[in-house]
């Protein structure tokens, strides 16, 4: 299993390779077990789609770092610098959020690639083999939309690395390529993956997560035509609803609820740190124990005023999303991870990937931008709904673009929708310089150096993985 975790691209890869490669050292680890020497039973490929799954917990972990520091939801409010550089949008190549996103987001793949590599052409029970592939597919689908999104073109890797100079012998494929293989990955885990499990094996990724997901990558390509009936199927399979509370969404009491479509595990109270350290890391710093306990609270992905002036008067979700905490720094934060872990990693929250209102609203997304505002509307209406606030009417296709993606914003809020939001509907520019010049101040708000260039649609190609391969190449702006 070491060596499924250690494969990663290029910098990752190389690396891996040079630590366990038996090419490269003869001295075999006694910690170590090598790929051809494992695989050889049915629990060696259980044992290894569960490492592939509890890599998403590292990957999610400090996702908001890249996925809502950067816009108009998130701060940082000064008490955690080291991610400075996404808050202000003035990262650069060498930016270890960027570098970390890159990193792990390969190792996945690495891990997905190898599983799916052995188990192809290993004889196992037919249904727990199609599961077990419908898994990974997902999750490699997974990395690559996300990675698409952050960097643009990238290396689209799809089978195992066996040596160095195949690691060094990928460049990066283009953006059409990269969403043509996410495609692919996830029709063929609609087909392969179940519509449920028994409760042994809640949390693990069903057809309907796959379809949400596709429906997704549809949308974010404007390929609205083919979003509209995948996304519908998922409605209409009826396994997902809205549940009557907001809070009882997130609530630790209520893990994998009827509106989680989708959602990464977390083990806390294990005393093995396989918890998540949401509930800390989000709590406003000075907080002590009134809000958390068990470590020292962060202020990582604090509220900004913006988002908590974006609720409509009466929005019942506004006390659950963002709440102001009252010092000297003014301090806005999000209590949708509350918890009161033993320790650090140790809390039960998990993070919720793709939830029924995200797809309602990508469907009347899709909807609307095919010109059926009428099958549109009761979509969004129903999320309104939940959140005691009075249906819209009389929209035409401009008015109700800019209220599903508002509703997107509020709804949505702190789960790293916003970021990708701003990217995929080309408003990211726009937003953000609005944003700067509403609130810029000295040592406040904001800082002087505050960036929002037009090469910030994209993230640099970092820094090591250049110096790894230089023909990789470098996004333009940087």
């Known amino acids: 299993m070491k060596k499924i975790i250690n494969l990663g691209l290029l910098g990752t890869m190389v690396m891996a390779l040079f630590a366990s490669c038996s090419d490269f050292l003869d001295i075999e680890s006694p910690t170590t077990v090598r790929t051809d020497a494992y695989f050889k039973s049915t629990s060696d490929f259980t044992s290894a789609v569960s490492g592939v799954y509890n890599g998403l917990r590292s990957y999610y972990g400090n996702f908001y770092e890249v996925a809502e520091l950067p816009s108009d939801n998130a701060q940082i409010n000064g008490y955690n610098l080291g991610v400075a550089p996404l808050d202000q949008l003035t990262w650069i190549t060498s930016t270890a959020s960027i570098q970390n996103r890159w990193t792990i987001s390969y190792a996945l793949v690495a891990r997905a690639n190898v599983v799916e590599a052995r188990l192809t052409n290993f004889e196992m029970e037919k249904a727990l083999k199609d599961q077990y592939l ?14 698409v999104q952050f960097f643009g073109d990238v290396p689209l890797v799809v089978k ?6 195949e690691a060094y012998s990928y460049k990066r494929s283009p953006v059409a390529e990269i969403y043509a293989q996410v495609e692919r990955d996830l029709l063929s885990a609609v087909e392969l993956l179940p519509d449920a499990y028994n409760a042994a094996n809640a949390g693990r990724i069903t057809k309907g997560a796959a379809r949400s997901l596709l429906g997704k990558v549809y949308v974010t390509n404007k390929q609205f035509d083919k979003a509209v009936p995948v996304l519908k199927s998922v409605v209409a399979s009826d396994q997902y609803k809205l549940l009557p509370q907001y809070a009882s969404v997130f609530d630790i009491a209520n893990k994998n609820n009827a509106e989680m479509v989708f959602a990464v595990q977390y083990l806390g109270g294990t005393g093995f740190s396989e918890g998540s350290n949401f509930s800390i890391l989000f709590a406003p710093f000075g907080s002590g124990t009134e809000i958390t306990s068990g470590g020292i609270p962060a202020s990582a992905n604090g509220g900004t005023l913006d988002l908590f002036n974006a609720f409509e ?13 009252p010092t000297t720094d003014s301090l806005y934060y999000t209590r949708k991870f509350l918890d009161k872990p033993v320790a650090s990693n140790e809390g039960k929250n998990d993070w919720p990937v793709i939830r029924y209102s995200d797809v309602l609203l990508l469907l009347s997304e899709a909807y609307n931008e095919t010109g059926t505002v009428s099958d549109a509307l009761p979509l969004i209406n129903a999320v309104r709904k939940r959140a005691g606030l009075a249906n819209l009417s009389g929209l035409d296709q401009a008015a109700l673009r800019s209220a599903i993606q508002h509703e997107r914003r509020v709804e949505l809020c702190f789960e790293g929708h916003r970021w990708f939001d701003l990217l995929r509907t080309g408003t990211m520019l726009s937003t953000m310089r609005a944003y700067k010049e509403k609130y810029i101040k000295y040592g406040g708000y ?17 820094f090591r993985e250049l110096s790894l391969n230089p023909e990789l ?3 333009d702006g940087y």
């Open 446 to 462: 904001l800082v002087p150096n505050y960036e929002v260039t037009d090469a910030k649609v994209r993230f640099p190609v970092p």
């Open 134 to 147: 419908g898994e990974v597919r997902f999750i490699r689908a997974l990395m690559y939309f996300n990675l």
């Open 313 to 325: 008067a009466g929005d019942l979700r506004k006390p659950v999303s963002i709440a102001f905490w």
């Open 160 to 165: 195992e690395i066996t040596s160095e100079n």
């Open 473 to 475: 190449g470098q996004n």
